[in-house]
């Protein structure tokens, strides 16, 4: 940290929450710069440019996304401290961004001393996860646990992508447009899930998605 200040590297999608964070974190005493970028491919070239001591990565964006980033990002420095701020409250994010590398992660819900408090405590070298994300025992015990990881672990992070929109009852097509891929890829993709996970048709995806709690019933 230069100067005991935290420096940033913000990757989101959103000027306006690009512009939102910059005015949040800018007026606590221990940040430092802050520089941002809009898609996860200039994450890598930004990141050894910049040498930001904390990155803080939204998850849902065009392109490779903010999980198969952080899995490249960390894959570059195995030391790079990957903060996940996100929209999905859900407990199996969490479970991805932190098998994907990440050291925290907080909900854009969340009030503002909240995401200052989770950039200190990760530039610290400890882990961040915000209170409310953490599964209830009454949830967990409603899930086999096992089977639960198991399921997490079968797919890639691009895959993940890619299932969560067809479980959303996205298209092949549609899924391509919003992550921007080819459409022929995501159908590869498809397939590749749908054997990885033993189910033929988009409604098993979609019950599957809603146990694990992706999707709501």
């Known amino acids: 940290m230069s100067q ?48 930001p001591d904390v990155v803080v990565m939204d998850l849902s964006m065009p392109g490779i996304g903010g999980l198969e980033t952080i899995r490249r990002l960390c894959k570059q420095d195995p030391a790079a401290v990957v903060l996940v701020y996100s929209i999905h409250d859900e407990s199996i994010y969490v479970e991805r961004a932190l098998q994907a590398g990440a050291r925290g992660y907080v909900s854009k819900n969340s009030a503002a001393e909240v995401l200052a408090e989770a950039v200190m405590t990760v530039a610290e070298g400890k882990q961040y996860i915000e209170q409310q994300l953490l599964p209830e025992a009454d949830d967990v015990r409603q899930l086999d646990i096992e089977q639960y990881r198991q ?67």
């Open 151 to 217: 399921v997490l672990d079968l797919l890639s992070p691009r895959e993940f992508d890619v299932f969560c929109r067809l479980a959303r009852g996205m298209t092949a097509h549609e899924a391509a447009a919003d992550l921007c891929l080819g459409y022929k890829t995501v159908a590869n993709y498809n397939t590749q899930i749908k054997s990885k996970l033993r189910v033929n048709t988009a409604a098993e995806l979609a019950n599957i998605a809603v146990v694990l709690g992706i999707i709501k019933p």
């Open 4 to 51: 005991n200040r935290i420096s940033v590297l913000l990757v989101d999608d959103h000027e306006v929450v690009r512009a939102g964070f910059r005015i949040l974190l800018s007026s606590q005493p221990f940040i430092g710069d802050i520089r941002d970028v809009n898609r996860g491919e200039l994450v890598a070239q930004e990141y050894e440019r910049l040498q």
